[in-house]
């Protein structure tokens, strides 16, 4: 009895490789599960936190086009916050003008490693450019409308002075690189890190034209940007 088993193990391992049944690999469904989708965004620059929405839209296994829609504060290093008063409020020296940034980017954004990387885990790439709009309004009250601020001109409150403001539009761009994480089928966070960079044809009016200050209008405003999105699967 042993020795007919034996046999047959032998007969058995001399069969040719061709004749072992491998199963075939699973098929990819996460290309087209997660090309499109709704996102809200929120981004954190050098001049502060900032918030919008965005769109993806699947074109291919790996790429998909993409718009954004976010706006966020815009600011000069320069600008030398204190704190003062009874309560502690916080002002900026120097500062001449409040602006707020929102750019408008359309772009494309190319999938990395699908084949060789768990799905859980999916690394990227991210080009785009488009217009950008500044607002720009009066941090105080210019009454001799010199662009420096004098003793008795008090600051403007919040958003009080929005009325008197002006609009710049400029165009920009932002590479960045990235990772969205999670099998989930119905959202997805992802977070990614770029460098984004906008130039205004007519400068963006800042901080005090003063002597302490050199050039107190930008026309160029380049930062670093991490942003946190989170997607809803379409």
Do not use: C
Request: hydrophobic letters at 45%; charged letters at 20%; aromatic letters at 8%.
């Amino acid at each position: 009895m042993r020795a007919a088993l034996l046999l047959a193990l032998v007969a058995l391992a001399a069969l040719p490789a061709g004749a072992q049944r491998i199963a075939p690999p699973l098929p990819d469904t996460t290309a087209a599960l997660y090309g499109t989708s709704v996102a809200l965004v929120l981004s954190l620059s050098e001049y502060g936190l900032g918030a919008g929405g965005a769109l993806r839209a699947r074109l291919a296994d790996d790429w998909s086009a993409t718009a954004e829609l976010s706006i966020g504060a815009g600011r000069d290093e320069r600008e030398q916050s204190i704190s003062g008063g009874l309560f502690g409020e916080r002002e900026a020296r120097l500062k001449r003008n409040n602006v707020l940034l929102a750019p408008l980017q359309i772009g494309i954004e190319r999938r990395l490693f699908r084949t060789r990387v768990e799905d859980n885990f999916r690394p990227f790439v991210a080009l785009a450019v488009g217009p950008t709009l500044a607002y720009q309004w009066p941090y105080f009250d210019d009454l001799d409308g010199d662009g420096r601020r004098d003793d008795g001109e008090e600051l403007t409150p919040g958003l009080s002075g929005l009325g008197k403001g002006q609009a710049r539009v400029g165009i920009g761009g932002t590479a960045a690189l990235g990772a969205a994480f999670g099998r989930s089928a119905r959202t997805s966070p992802s977070i990614r890190f770029g460098l984004q960079g906008t130039y205004f044809p007519v400068a963006v009016d800042l901080l005090e034209i003063t002597p302490l200050v050199d050039d107190p209008s930008r026309k160029t405003f380049v930062t670093p940007v991490v942003s946190f999105h989170v997607a809803r699967r379409l």
